[in-house]
Structures are given as structure tokens and as C-alpha cells.
């Protein structure tokens, strides 16, 4: 017991001075010379140095941009990265550690990369030749300390649920602050086995993998992170997305046996293209700017009534994305996005009159009276007209209201400029089109369930840019653009908002 417990005072002072050490590097800032551009710092999970070192220095030799690399534990980085708040790039051994950075507000974008397996590890022709003959008399196993690195931790969570993690504690001779000091014991005999990740073995012939059932659960998911506080975001994303495309850094993945996931393809400045029903406009617009901003990505905005925008994909339009004005315009184009959509945001369907309600109108029925002038957006081309069309012929009555109808627009923003100028005496539009004249008109609530669209958000199956796309999406669910749906006059749908820089 002695020994177990100064083998761990051991290990602790070692990470502590790892994690030191980490720190200063993080505070250290160097000032790149005249002309030169300024390094990237990238803290990466020591089990990843292969892939990840081979796609910097190509990026590195590709653009001219210097890539700081700096390996350690998972745990250990992320640690030192909230002590610090320095870096620009984080790329650990498991996305659990992302989503704890994010959660502590270090961590922003999160680009996904790959999968990869814990194995247990032996020198080949060596006596283990299973997972029970770790027990034996003489076995010398080594482990990745878990509260260190990714894999101490998974390998630690597996054996504790199968019930052989305190047999296997004990025997273990030394834990270690990486992967890949322990994966290095074991190829100079130090050890006679440990658990790795199968990925490793590409860099560790001498190596070989034997069964352990109970390490079947024991699965990374990769991913790599853009930091908060990167003082130069643009930059880290472009290299980020450069490791996360599926014709650049994914295919170093890929050979070195990663499953990888459908990445996005290459380009230094992206493009995606957004179909957006008109009436989200005043809610999305300022975050799509600060979302074009940090990312170096253009987003190409088509604002127009859903009717119209649906018509164009049937005609073979093929956005990335795609914001609806109401739920019911996605099934005609489930073909271009058969995953469920995101839902963003609903806004009640009102009629707007002008100030002092002078004609007394309180329903849609008084729209009918002889003599109105009416408004209503074009059923062909809008959800908003197709959303009102359908009211009006569940209460019978479409023929009497549209006998007062002068004009049918696309949009609802045309309907409240025609009342601005009193062209009109009233027009069926949406709460949130309303914002800006409710110091000048009024507006009659329908209170009906059906007086109600709700706003989705989806992205093409077939995209290039995936998940460039899922990041505006992200973008869109921020607290910050949030709050300014509400301030557009939408009702919030989007779930648990994500902080960050939007």
C-alpha cells in the first residue's frame, strides 16, 4: 500500500509540473518578427500527435503560418487552459473535455474529427496474450493516469462498469502522465502491457492489440476546439476547418485507421448559401454578420416568402441551409432534408390597423365588411398568405374577406409599408413584423391556436459544408442572438441558448 501510494505522490508532482509548465507556455506570447505571421498555439492530447502534427506541418508549409504544438494530457491542458486563457486551438483525446471547456466558457466552435478505440496493448510475441492474463503472477501492466488523460479516464469508466478495475489497480506498476510514455514502456519492455488507443499501433509496429471485451464501450469521439479568448479566431478556424475537412487533415486520419466523420470539403474561404424566409431577417441578420466575421466564411443570404423559396429548390436550387417563416413549408423539400429540424422560434399571426383602431375591427371576420381596403400576404408565395388563407377557410371565410382584398404580397414587410402610408386599413401580417410601427399602428391578436408560425432551421443532407452549416445553426441558438429574436418580437423555441463570442 505504501508503494501504491508513493507511486501516486509521484505522479501527481509530475503532473503538477507538467501542468506548470503548460501555463507558462500558455502565457508566453511571442511577438512575431517584421513580416512573419503569428503562430498558431495549439494544445493537443499526446495520443494525437501523429495525425496532428503531419496536418500542421503541411498547413504550416501550404500558408506560411506557423503551428506551435503542445502535447499533454487531456485533463492537464484542459486545466492549465483555465488557468492561463491563452491558445488558440485545443484538440484533446475525447469531446467530453470540449464540452466541459465550453461549459466553463473556454471553448467556442467545436468541429467534430473522428472516432478511436482503447486496446489493450502488448509487445508482440510477448506472454499476455489476453485481458485475464493481466492478473498472472509476474505481469507488469501499466496505465495512463485517468485523471490526467482521456484514456486513463474511459479505460477506468469501462472496467469499473464490467467490475475489474480495483483486480487490475492494484497490479499496475506505474501510471503515467500521457498515452505515449505509456505506449513507449511498453515497446522497451518496461511493462508487459497497457491500454493505448488502436489508432497508436500505425506508429507502434512492435506493438499488437489482444482481446479485452471488457474495453468494447471504451470509445473517443474527436473533435477539435476553437478557444473563447484565441486573439485570433479567424485564423485558429481556418485551421480548424483545414484538419476537419474530409479532402485535407481527415485523410491523414483516415490512414492512420481514425474512423472519421463526413467532414466538410476545403476551401480557405468558405461559402454557404442560406434560404431564409423573409420575415427572420430583423432576428438573424446581425448574427450572420458577426458569424461571417469570426469565421473568414461568407454566408450568401436568399430572404424571400417561403412559397417562392420552395419553388426555387423544386427548380433545383440547393442551399446549405434553410430558415422557414412556418414549419409546414419543410415537408415539400424533405427530400433536401429528410434529418428533423431545428425549431427556432414561433410569432403569432396578428391583423395590424391604424392607430386608434378607427375602423373597430376585432377579427378576421370584420375584414369582411363592404368597403375595407385589406392586405394579405400572396398564399402562393409566402407562409404568412397560406398560413391566413388556411384561418380564413376553416372559419368560411375566404370569399368574403378576399372581396376586400387589394393587394397579396410575398412578404409581410410590403403589407406594413402600405400601412405605414395608409394605403390600407388593415393587413394581415406577423407580430414580429410589427417592431418598428407600434408607435404608429395598433394591432388586433387573433387568439386562436392556429394564428401561430413556427420558424425551423435545417441543413441540406447533401451539403459540402455541413458542418460550417451547423455552426451557423449554433451561431443562431446563441444567447446573444437570442436576445435579439426577442427583441424582433419572436418567441424563443431553441432550447437552452450556448454562450460565446456572437
Given amino acids: 500500500m505504501s508503494r501504491f501510494f508513493s507511486r501516486s505522490w509521484v505522479l501527481w508532482g509530475g503532473s503538477l509540473l507538467l501542468m506548470g509548465a503548460l501555463v ?12 512573419k505571421q503569428r503562430p498558431l498555439v495549439v494544445f493537443c492530447a499526446a495520443g494525437l500527435k501523429g495525425p496532428v502534427e503531419t496536418v500542421a ?6 500558408y506560411g503560418v506557423p503551428v506551435q504544438l503542445q502535447y499533454g494530457g487531456s485533463q492537464v491542458l ?32 467545436v468541429i467534430p474529427l473522428a472516432r478511436m478505440q482503447a486496446v489493450l496493448a502488448v509487445k508482440k510475441g510477448g506472454t499476455v496474450r489476453s485481458f485475464e492474463d493481466l492478473l498472472g503472477k509476474g505481469v507488469k501492466i501499466g496505465q495512463a493516469n485517468p485523471e490526467a488523460a482521456a484514456i486513463g479516464r474511459l479505460t477506468r469508466e469501462a472496467l469499473q462498469a464490467a467490475g475489474q478495475w480495483e483486480a487490475l489497480e492494484r497490479r499496475t506498476v506505474v501510471f503515467r502522465p500521457t498515452v505515449n510514455d505509456i505506449a513507449n514502456d511498453v515497446k522497451l519492455g ?15 509496429p512492435e506493438l499488437e492489440a489482444v ?18 479568448h484565441s486573439e485570433q479566431p479567424v ?34 474561404a468558405p461559402e454557404i448559401v442560406l434560404y431564409c424566409g423573409a420575415m427572420n431577417r430583423v432576428a438573424v441578420e446581425e448574427t450572420i454578420q458577426q458569424f461571417e466575421r469570426r469565421e473568414g466564411a461568407r454566408v450568401t443570404r436568399v430572404y424571400n416568402g417561403c412559397g417562392i423559396l420552395v419553388a426555387q429548390m423544386k427548380a433545383g436550387g440547393r442551399p446549405d441551409a434553410y430558415l422557414t417563416c412556418d414549419r409546414s413549408f419543410l415537408p415539400p423539400v424533405t427530400n433536401l432534408f429528410p434529418a428533423s429540424p431545428v425549431e427556432m422560434s414561433d410569432s403569432e399571426i396578428v391583423i395590424l390597423v391604424a392607430k386608434g383602431n378607427p375602423k373597430g375591427i376585432r377579427s378576421l371576420a370584420d375584414l369582411a365588411r363592404a368597403g375595407l381596403r385589406v392586405g394579405v400576404g400572396n398564399p402562393e408565395q409566402s407562409t404568412l398568405g397560406a398560413l391566413t388563407r388556411r384561418m380564413l377557410e376553416q372559419d368560411g371565410l375566404l370569399g368574403p374577406v378576399m372581396t376586400q382584398v387589394v ?35 395598433d394591432l388586433v391578436r387573433l387568439p386562436r391556436p392556429d394564428a401561430l408560425a413556427v420558424q425551423t432551421f435545417s441543413v441540406r443532407q447533401n451539403s459540402d459544408h455541413k458542418q460550417l452549416a451547423g455552426r451557423l445553426l449554433e451561431a443562431l441558438r446563441s444567447d446573444a442572438s437570442r436576445a435579439r429574436y426577442q427583441a424582433a418580437g419572436f418567441r424563443w423555441r431553441a432550447g437552452e441558448a450556448r454562450s460565446g463570442a456572437r
Fill in 24 to 35: 507558462a507556455l500558455l502565457v508566453w506570447r511571442p511577438t512575431p518578427g517584421k513580416g
Fill in 57 to 62: 506541418r503541411e498547413y504550416e508549409q501550404r
Fill in 78 to 109: 484542459l486545466a492549465s487552459l483555465a488557468v492561463s486563457k491563452r491558445g488558440d486551438v485545443f484538440i484533446p483525446a475525447d469531446e467530453s473535455y470540449l464540452q466541459i471547456g465550453r461549459a466553463q466558457k473556454l471553448v467556442a466552435e
Fill in 190 to 204: 518496461a511493462i508487459d502491457a497497457a491500454f493505448i488507443w488502436d489508432t497508436m499501433l500505425v506508429d507502434y
Fill in 211 to 228: 482481446p479485452a471485451p471488457a474495453l468494447a464501450n471504451a470509445r473517443a469521439k474527436l473533435a477539435v476546439g476553437v478557444l473563447s
Fill in 235 to 268: 485564423a485558429a478556424l481556418r485551421f480548424a476547418r483545414f484538419l476537419s475537412a474530409h479532402d485535407q487533415g481527415l485523410r491523414e486520419f483516415a490512414r492512420r485507421r481514425f474512423q472519421v466523420v463526413d467532414g466538410d470539403a476545403w476551401t480557405e
Fill in 407 to 441: 393587394t397579396q404580397t410575398p412578404t409581410a414587410d410590403l403589407l406594413v409599408n402600405q400601412m405605414r402610408i395608409g394605403a390600407l386599413d388593415a393587413v394581415v401580417v406577423y407580430d414580429s413584423n410589427t417592431t418598428k410601427v407600434r408607435e404608429q399602428l
